[in-house]
């Protein structure tokens, strides 16, 4: 619409991630490594998935929209499915490239621990799927007009906005979780995250019903979080903690 | 955000771009692109939910001459505005001052087209985004958007020669002129034709922007975005001066002289190398304009204005050729079709130059009479007019050439023909026409014909309503594109009359044997297949006959533009020069490499003809065109002012009309958010934004305090 929706969809798809990469990333030149390649591992699960697709939709007619909805909704299926495989693949090789970065580094083991590299991959999955999301839209919210001419919902730009947030920080817990998962041979975790995420793309084909598609969405993505949380070494009693220690803190400075 | 396609195009794209694996899955990706792209599958869909682009508009645009710039400008990055359809000149209200989402982007019918309400909005021009303006198929009762005394300062009357007749004293040429041609709007102004995209903008007009009982309309609201962005400013001499600033490799001209070529042909050829006075030699002039204009960029049809004088003088020259050809006259008759007369008189006065400084193959001191063909749209039962010059007509001897001779030309030609030739009052000055420019340089005896005593019988003068049907020019509903092409309309028959007494006028002016003049007659059947072609469809067998091979792509099913032009390469020349050339030349044995090089041959010269190769006829059995060579004393001259070429951009004595440059014209309609929506998105980005940054400098903060249930040894590294 304006330069003030571009900013503010910017600012809503990208804030979250933008700030986790500040704080948490963009020191440790190792973690931005592994999230840059944890992006471009998501990125050929994508384009190998947009190859079926592609070679389904010329192989059949064009003309015929529902058989194309139909291929493009087996096309997102396959992806999601590719995606997971990826990033069991990319555990795969984290955990290879894990033993050789102990061997050569300076302290005893390794510079990383399995859970860091989850989160970093996990958010490399999610940048990288969030700018897919979201990019071609941003570059025309710049334009005067909005979404609407043909009974679109002219909240078009707001909610692919708050999709793609959540998709972000769906990947990233998603990726903290299926590592600690593979790590504890759980092998249900796999199947689980596979499930859910089978279930946020059938929410999204909710769209533009927005209501059923964007709350639950965040209501799962709040529920990743926690499991996120509790499988990464955190627990009730650190959050009592944290509280504690911050009381007692106040309590002696003031 | 669904999984729409543009995810899968952009996908492929970005890993284009970004593919850091082996280059064979870059070259796998890239093509994947380029096949993508290519299909028939948008590349870009959200961009199609949003902007519906228009594209049967034309715009305004701007011209410049040497004090003034006239015509429409946008800013650089398109203007937009809320649509509202003008409804009567008293609903002016709304987008003028009521209404509460200014700019606004007006839609007019036609009828509401009007200097007054065009000059209210330009007055308020804060409040007006743009102007589109509906053309309908059916013209109304008059409309003509030039001025009442078109080419008033550079024709002949001035305050030195006929003071009293200057500046349309004592006859206002064109009165029902508005003037909006010459006016300048500093927003931009397209024209709509009436079909399924303005109805759509209607429909989106009514289904967002109405008010509902006086409330104001609810966001989303329809707009409209115009592009057309004029490069030059002020005037003439400003934009000359800038096309000359040559800092980079890549000069930016900003405009163009308007400009194009004359067409002249003669009875007897003349060498074309050989320029100035010729010693006994005694030519009269056939003269017609060429072009006309609209308010709109180029959709100028002309065809009470124009056409139907060029075409009179090519049916009298097709007419005139057997005659001069068995029994020539003494004089040489010279038929000169000028371009650019619409913006003073770039064609004519150029020629006059070009003789006065003895660059033409004749001198002004060759010239014995002019005659020149008007509007003569006549209709049976008017008459046509004889127009001359009162005041060179003080001169006795002009005055009897004028009268003796080529007044009774005329009136002893018209025998059994359905109008009558008058002469106007004697002190009436001559209409806005090229032997005006003559007549500034010599006092040469000189007649306009035409259909109007005084006023213009024209209603819609340089406008977009002068088209067929302001000729009456119509066909039976039931035929085919080729029968209409022969059939002889009515208007046909008229002209042809006129193209008549024009030959044997023009005849007898010239000195040919006086028995032999009424055996002159022109041919119905070439006029109206003229009149088809310059007004219907340039598009069919007969002018593709005779056009060469390489030219034919310019002929389209529709009529031709008559805009003068800055490309040099108007499709009307063109056409008149071929035709030209067909209808007065001949047609010769020789092969197509003779053709371009017809100096090898003993009898054939380059400089007194011009070779021209035509497709020719497709013959009844066969596929290939039965293309010929034509040798005619036809020539192109060129018609730039004389202004350009001596660098006097602020001549008063010629004209000095160019046109503007643009990088890219279009227009497209989407509908716009209120602005509360807008800060509503930028005010949660921010609070996102922030709020992100200080959870998770909290969280990463206390991190190990949180995260400390099986901490491994030795992963301190953060």
């Known amino acids: 619409m304006t330069a003030a929706v571009f900013f503010g969809c910017a600012f809503i798809a990208f804030g979250p991630a933008f700030s986790l990469f500040i704080f948490t990333i963009a020191k440790d030149p190792l973690r931005v490594i592994i999230l840059i390649a944890g992006a471009f591992f998501w990125l050929v699960s994508l384009l190998l998935s947009s190859l079926v697709w592609f070679i389904a939709t010329k192989a059949t007619n064009a003309q015929d929209l529902t058989l194309q909805k139909n291929l493009l909704i087996f096309g997102s299926i396959f992806s999601v499915i590719l995606q997971e495989v990826f990033r069991f693949a990319y555990y795969r090789l984290l955990r290879k490239a894990n033993e050789g970065l102990a061997a050569i580094s300076e302290e005893d083991g390794p510079p990383l621990s399995v859970r860091e590299m989850a989160y970093v991959a996990g958010l490399g999955f999610g940048i990288m799927s969030g700018a897919f999301s979201m990019i071609n839209t941003l570059s025309d919210s710049l334009g005067p007009g909005t979404v609407g001419m043909f009974g679109d919902s002219q909240y078009y730009f707001i909610t692919s906005a708050l999709m793609t947030l959540a998709l972000t920080m769906l990947h990233t817990f998603w990726g903290v979780v299926f590592f600690e998962g593979c790590e504890r041979k759980r092998w249900w975790v796999i199947a689980v995250v596979l499930c859910v995420h089978l279930m946020v793309f059938s929410l999204s084909l909710l769209n533009p019903f927005y209501v059923g598609s964007i709350l639950p969405v965040y209501a799962i993505m709040l529920l990743m979080a926690v499991w996120a949380f509790f499988s990464s070494g955190g627990s009730l009693h650190n959050i009592t903690l944290l509280w504690t220690c911050r009381k007692s803190n106040t309590e002696t400075s003031s | ?718």
Request: net charge negative.
């Open chain 2, 1 to 718: 955000m669904g999984l729409e396609s543009s995810k899968w195009a952009i996908i492929f794209l970005v890993c284009w771009c970004l593919g850091d694996g082996n280059t064979s899955l870059q070259k796998l990706a890239t093509s994947i692109v380029f096949f993508f792209c290519l299909s028939d599958v948008s590349c870009n869909s959200v961009e199609q939910k949003i902007y519906v682009e228009l594209n049967n508009t034309v715009p305004c645009v701007r011209l410049l001459n040497a004090t003034h710039q006239i015509g429409c400008q946008s800013s650089i990055s398109g203007d937009t505005g809320v649509i509202h359809v003008l409804e009567s000149e008293a609903d002016l209200e709304w987008p003028l001052s009521k209404g509460p989402n200014p700019p606004y982007m007006v839609l007019l019918e036609s009828s509401l087209f009007t200097r007054s309400i065009m000059m209210k909005m330009k007055n308020e021009s804060n409040r007006v985004a743009g102007v589109a303006v509906v053309v309908p198929n059916t013209s109304p009762p008059e409309f003509s958007p030039h001025t009442t005394c078109p080419n008033e300062n550079t024709g002949v009357y001035s305050d030195n020669y006929g003071p009293n007749l200057a500046h349309c004293n004592t006859t206002v040429w064109n009165p029902r002129g508005n003037g909006l041609s010459y006016e300048e709007f500093d927003f931009p102004v397209f024209s709509l034709k009436e079909d399924n995209e303005t109805e759509f903008i209607k429909q989106c007009y009514l289904d967002h922007n109405r008010a509902v009982n006086g409330s104001a309309p609810q966001y989303p609201l329809c707009a409209m975005q115009l592009f057309s962005h004029m490069h030059a400013v002020t005037n003439t001499p400003t934009c000359m001066r800038r096309n000359d600033i040559n800092f980079s490799i890549n000069p930016e001209m900003v405009c163009d002289p308007l400009g194009d070529y004359n067409v002249w042909g003669s009875i007897r050829p003349y060498n074309d190398t050989v320029f100035g006075h010729k010693e006994n030699e005694s030519v009269v002039i056939a003269a017609a304009r060429l072009d006309s204009r609209a308010f709109f960029w180029e959709v100028s049809t002309g065809a009470e204005g124009s056409v139907s004088g060029f075409v009179t003088l090519l049916a009298a020259a097709q007419a005139l050729r057997e005659v001069t050809h068995e029994a020539p006259p003494t004089r040489n008759i010279l038929f000169a079709f000028f371009q650019g007369e619409t913006f003073d008189y770039i064609g004519s006065s150029r020629m006059v130059y070009d003789m006065e400084n003895g660059k033409f193959v004749i001198d002004l001191d060759n010239i014995h009479s002019v005659l020149e063909i008007g509007q003569v749209a006549v209709h049976s039962g008017t008459n046509l007019f004889l127009h001359s010059d009162p005041v060179s007509r003080r001169n006795n001897t002009v005055n009897d050439e004028v009268r003796e001779e080529l007044f009774s030309s005329f009136f002893s030609s018209t025998a059994g023909l359905s109008f009558l030739l008058v002469e106007p009052n004697v002190s009436q000055p001559l209409p806005p026409s090229s032997l005006q420019r003559f007549l500034r340089a010599q006092p040469i005896p000189g007649i306009v014909l035409a259909d109007h005593e005084s006023a213009f019988n024209n209603r819609y003068y340089e406008s977009f309503y002068d088209n067929a049907a302001n000729l009456n020019l119509t066909y039976p509903s039931d035929l085919s594109p080729e029968e209409q092409l022969e059939f002889v309309t009515d208007t046909a028959k008229s002209l042809t009359d006129v193209a008549t007494v024009v030959a044997r006028a023009l005849y007898k002016q010239a000195g040919g044997n006086e028995s032999l003049v009424n055996n002159i007659k022109a041919d119905p059947k070439i006029v109206t297949q003229m009149l088809y072609g310059f007004l219907v469809s340039s598009n069919n067998s007969w002018f593709q006959a005779v056009m060469a091979p390489e030219l034919k792509n310019i002929l389209k099913p529709s009529p031709p533009e008559y805009y003068v032009g800055v490309a040099m390469s108007s499709t009307p020349t063109r056409l008149v020069q071929y035709l030209l050339a067909n209808l007065t030349g001949a047609a010769t044995n020789l092969t197509q490499s003779q053709c371009q090089k017809p100096d090898e041959l003993p009898n054939e010269s380059r400089q007194m003809y011009s070779y021209l190769w035509v497709q020719g006829i497709v013959p009844p059995n066969s596929t290939e065109r039965d293309s010929f060579c034509v040798r005619a004393s036809v020539r192109l001259t060129k018609a730039v002012s004389p202004a350009f070429e001596l660098g006097e951009y602020a001549s008063k004595d010629y004209s000095t009309w160019t046109e503007s440059r643009w990088k890219f014209i279009k227009a497209r309609i989407f509908l716009v958010a209120s602005r509360d929506l807008e800060m509503l998105t930028l005010g949660v980005g921010v609070a996102v934004l922030f709020t992100s940054l200080l959870v998770t400098y909290f969280i990463s903060t206390k991190a190990d305090v949180l995260f400390s249930s099986t901490r491994e040894p030795a992963s301190a590294a953060y």
